[in-house]
């Protein structure tokens, strides 16, 4: 237990569809991050959140949108995915930005 | 650039000492630490040490800083099948104006004979 959750573990979608990922914290940290693991490629830092504020969008398609409306949760909205978007995707969350992060076990996303 | 260098894969035998090296890049790094992540799961913090210490020790986990050639290094001392895994070197660097970013390794894969 990591002390952040994320929800599905698993998710299937066709290109045309919409979804929403969520994480939660329950470890009172003010930062929160998603990043993208794709085989054989380094992690992916996608975005940064610090105190629900955006702080860092890493060139990241329009087709993936964030949402942070408080500081224990975080939403990666998604719709209209390619195929090259399957991957797994994490929820980490620090103390402050720059901290230790902690993260969450992914989840793995599959385009159809 | 940004950069974070890893080998791709290490096999022990159990009982025997791992060690894990990593280069990194960024000079001013506060922080470098190493991630353990086993399938099917996240990364989990496994320990992490300030740019300021050469040493840190935590129970079988030793890590060792070498700040004048940028190398990070884990051992695992008596290493057991359940420390098969991916294990990731990490820095905060700031670059490009973003700062505290968490730049990552591609990983290395421990694979423990029994």
């Known amino acids: 237990e990591t002390g952040v959750t994320q929800t599905p573990r698993h998710l299937v979608m066709g290109m045309t569809n919409k979804k929403s990922l969520k994480c939660e914290q329950h470890?009172?940290?003010?930062?929160m991050y998603w990043y993208k693991q794709s085989a054989k490629k380094p992690l992916e830092l996608m975005f940064v959140?610090?105190?629900?504020?955006?702080?860092e969008n890493n060139s990241v398609p329009s087709r993936f949108s964030p949402e942070c409306p408080n500081s224990s949760h975080l939403f990666l909205h998604l719709h209209t995915l390619q195929p090259e978007d399957s991957a797994l995707y994490l929820c980490?969350?620090?103390?402050?930005?720059?901290?230790?992060?902690?993260f969450g076990d992914g989840t793995r996303l599959s385009i159809l | 650039g940004e950069d974070v260098e890893q080998s791709l894969f290490l096999s022990v035998r159990e009982g025997d000492s791992s060690v894990i090296n990593c280069t990194y890049t960024?000079?001013?790094?506060?922080?470098l630490y190493w991630y353990k992540q086993e399938p099917g799961a996240g990364l989990q913090l496994l320990t992490y040490?300030?740019?300021?210490?050469d040493m840190k020790q935590d129970q079988r986990l030793t890590v060792l800083l070498n700040k004048k050639d940028k190398h990070l290094s884990l051992r695992i001392a008596d290493t057991q099948t359940g420390d098969s895994a991916i294990y990731f070197c990490?820095?905060?660097?700031?670059?490009?104006?973003?700062?505290?970013?968490?730049?990552f390794g591609t990983g290395t894969l421990l694979a423990v004979q029994p």
């Open positions: 980490a969350s620090s103390q402050a930005a720059g901290q230790p992060q902690h």
């Open positions: 040490i300030f740019s300021n210490m």
């Open positions: 470890l009172g940290h003010n930062a």
């Open positions: 960024d000079s001013s790094s506060t922080y």
């Open positions: 959140y610090s105190l629900e504020e955006r702080v």
């Open positions: 990490a820095e905060i660097g700031n670059y490009g104006g973003a700062t505290n970013k968490l730049i």
